[in-house]
C-alpha cells in the first residue's frame, strides 16, 4: 500500500549497533503497529501504537523499542542489534473504528540483515 | 489466548483447478478472521474478513471463505485458480470482546503455488 512508506528497504548492519527503522502513513490513521516475518514464523507483533500517547508491547517487544513522534510516524530501533534479528520488518496502519474490525494495511517491508 | 493455525505449508494446484488454503483458529467469544495475501517483495495486502452474518464471504480477485463455527475453521477457497495466485497466504484472528480488539493474530502462512 503506497499510502504506508517504510525506510530504509534494505539494511545490512552489524552486530551490536544501533538501528532505527521508519514508518509513515498517509491514511490518517490512528492506529500503527510493527511486525516481524520470519519463514514458517508468520507475522509476529513487535510492538503497536493506538495514537501518540499510547503505546503497547506485543509478543516479542524484547530488544525492540519504539518512538511514537505523530500520528503519522512510528519508528522501530534496535538498540544492540544481534543476528537473530534478522528478518523482514513490516509497519501497518488501522483506523480506531470499530467497524473496520481491524483490517490492517501494511507498508512494503524493511529487509534487516544483522551480521 | 488467541490462536490461528494454518496446517500447509505449501499448496500446489495446477491452474484451472479450484484451490482451498486452510485455517483454524481458537478465540474466546466471537471470532473476527481474515485473509491476507503476500506478493513477492512486497507488503500484505487485505482479501477478506469474516464478521457476522453469511458464512460464505467473498473477497477480492475471485476468492471466498467458509466460516465453519462448529470446526472453528475459515478456509480460502478459489474455484479456478491463477498463475497469479502464487503468493504466500496469511489467515488472521482477533477476538469481538472488547479487551481484544485492537490487535491481529496472525497464521504461519501457507505458500500457494499454481502452475500452468
Known amino acids: 500500500d503506497a499510502d504506508v512508506t517504510q525506510t530504509p528497504r534494505n539494511r545490512i548492519t552489524k552486530t551490536g549497533k544501533r538501528i532505527m527503522l521508519e514508518c509513515s502513513q498517509t491514511k490518517g490513521h490512528d492506529r500503527m503497529y510493527w511486525y516481524r516475518q520470519d519463514p514458517g514464523l508468520g507475522l509476529r507483533l513487535i510492538y503497536y501504537?493506538?495514537?501518540?500517547?499510547?503505546?503497547n508491547k506485543g509478543e516479542i517487544s524484547d530488544g525492540y523499542s519504539v518512538s511514537r513522534q505523530a500520528q503519522a510516524k512510528f519508528s522501530l530501533s534496535l538498540e544492540s542489534a544481534i543476528p537473530n534479528q534478522t528478518a523482514l520488518y513490516f509497519c501497518?496502519?488501522?483506523?480506531?473504528?470499530?467497524?473496520?474490525?481491524?483490517?490492517?494495511?501494511f507498508g512494503p517491508g524493511t529487509r534487516l540483515t544483522v551480521l | 489466548a488467541q490462536s490461528v493455525a494454518q496446517p500447509e505449508d505449501q499448496v500446489n494446484v495446477a491452474e484451472g483447478n479450484p484451490l482451498t488454503v486452510k485455517c483454524t483458529y481458537s478465540v474466546s467469544g466471537n471470532p473476527y478472521l481474515f485473509w491476507y495475501v503476500q506478493y513477492p517483495n512486497r507488503g500484505l495486502q487485505f482479501l477478506l474478513k469474516y464478521i457476522t452474518g453469511d458464512n460464505l464471504v467473498k473477497g477480492s480477485y475471485g476468492f471466498e471463505a467458509e466460516f465453519n463455527k462448529s470446526q472453528t475453521s475459515f478456509h480460502l477457497k478459489k474455484p479456478s485458480a491463477l498463475v497469479s495466485d502464487s503468493a504466500l497466504y496469511f489467515c488472521a484472528v482477533r477476538g469481538a470482546l472488547w479487551n481484544q480488539g485492537g490487535k491481529l493474530i496472525f497464521g504461519q502462512g501457507t505458500e500457494l503455488s499454481v502452475k500452468p
Open positions: 501504537s493506538f495514537d501518540v500517547k499510547d503505546i
Open positions: 501497518a496502519t488501522s483506523d480506531d473504528r470499530e467497524i473496520s474490525y481491524n483490517e490492517q494495511f
